[in-house]
């Protein structure tokens, strides 16, 4: 069994709708959980981004 390099991956039960999951097997074939996971690491990268800025003021807007 290959070895994954990266970080710790956790097996979860994940509900998708049936076409979405037809679409990313014509588009991407029997790799498209992989592209799932990019999708959700990407999108809870950039969630964590937002949420460590601080907080916006009318008194920023200035500053730009």
């Known amino acids: 069994m290959p070895t ?3 970080p710790p991956l956790r097996k979860v039960t994940l509900n998708l709708y049936d076409d ?3 679409r ?3 588009v991407y074939g ?9 999708l959700v690491h990407d999108h809870t ?3 964590h981004e937002i949420i460590k800025r601080p907080p916006r ?3 920023d807007l200035g500053n730009e």
Do not use: C, I, K, P
């Open 4 to 6: 994954n390099a990266g």
């Open 20 to 22: 979405d999951v037809t």
């Open 24 to 26: 990313m097997e014509q």
């Open 30 to 38: 029997f790799g498209w959980s992989t592209v799932v996971r990019e």
């Open 45 to 47: 990268f950039r969630m």
């Open 57 to 59: 003021t009318l008194g």
